[in-house]
């Protein structure tokens, strides 16, 4: 029986009627795949397959949620003094020099199940959550944190206090997306499986949530999650966090106004994340 018939045999069974053994032993194989990226919780779709070009693998998101049934609450602690207890299946990702990964020092935590491409960079202290997958020559900035079963691309830049949003149920639900070349300034939020498509800017202090709606003003179009699709931010927008006033009567005595998010422009092909920004925040 191949690997994705097994993990679904398994989270469909009762833990107290099945082959325990043989539960964590198939378990291991799916996580041994899930750290060398070879499965994926999310998967560029083929052209014209679908309108956000990403296809949920509802199976794999099955088989982390199978690692923490069978996992056992133990203690990891390092000493008297760091006290920690996980779930026996789902320690600390085990990197050495062969990974080529750059893990700065100070206090970051990758969790096995996740996938960290040779030339990522992780400043200290960050976080990158099962499931998670961060391609080739990505940064992660100091307290950025990739939530479960995310899905970074290459030469992405998370800045300092980046928030992805994480997600394993409902199953079939996609995670938060970032395409590749993506800027995300700091302290940004992007949640509830929001995609960001290539070479985006996402300046500091933006929120993406599937129920924000986000207003192009090049374009003059307002993009919003459906029912068919999620919060999709197009190819090269520079999102700026703005306003939009309130009509009603009581709003408009207290001159008050609700958070939008803006695409003021797009950058070409040749344009550098920092410059836009600064020419477009001016």
């Known amino acids: 029986m191949i690997l994705k018939e097994r993990i679904e045999l398994f989270y469909q069974q009762d833990l107290d009627r099945i082959d325990h053994h043989e539960a964590i032993q198939t378990f291991n194989e799916f996580k041994f795949f899930l750290n060398n990226g070879d499965i994926r919780a999310a998967s560029p779709s083929k052209e014209g397959e679908n309108k956000s070009g990403w296809i949920v693998s509802d199976w794999v998101k099955k088989g982390i949620l199978l690692g923490f049934r069978l996992g056992e609450l133990i203690d990891v602690s390092m000493n008297e003094h760091f006290k920690y207890y996980d779930k026996s299946t789902y320690p600390l990702k085990k990197l050495t020099l062969d990974n080529q990964v750059?893990?700065?020092?100070g206090g970051s935590s990758i969790r096995d199940g996740s996938y960290v491409a040779p030339g990522v960079v992780i400043m200290p202290p960050a976080y990158i959550n099962v499931g998670a997958y961060v391609d080739s020559k990505t940064m992660i900035d100091s307290h950025a944190l990739v939530g479960s079963c995310a899905q970074i691309g290459k030469r992405v830049h998370l800045s300092a206090a980046a928030q992805i949003g994480g997600v394993l149920e409902p199953i079939g639900a996609l995670p938060?997306?970032?395409?590749?070349?993506?800027?995300?300034g700091g302290n940004t939020g992007i949640f509830e499986g929001t995609i960001v498509k290539q070479r985006a800017i996402i300046a500091a202090g933006v929120i993406l949530t599937g129920s924000t709606p986000v207003y192009d003003l090049v374009n003059e179009k307002i993009y919003r999650r459906t029912k068919e699709t999620p919060l999709i931010i197009p190819e090269n927008a520079v999102v700026v966090p703005g306003s939009r006033?309130?009509?009603?009567?009581?709003?408009?005595?207290?001159?008050?106004a609700l958070y939008a998010p803006i695409i003021i422009k797009y950058r070409d092909s040749k344009s550098d994340a920092a410059t836009v920004l600064e020419e477009s925040l001016r």
Request: hydrophobic share 50%; charged share 30%; net charge negative.
């Open 102 to 105: 750059r893990l700065v020092p």
């Open 245 to 256: 006033s309130i009509e009603t009567p009581f709003a408009k005595n207290n001159k008050l």
């Open 176 to 184: 938060v997306i970032i395409e590749d070349d993506v800027f995300v």
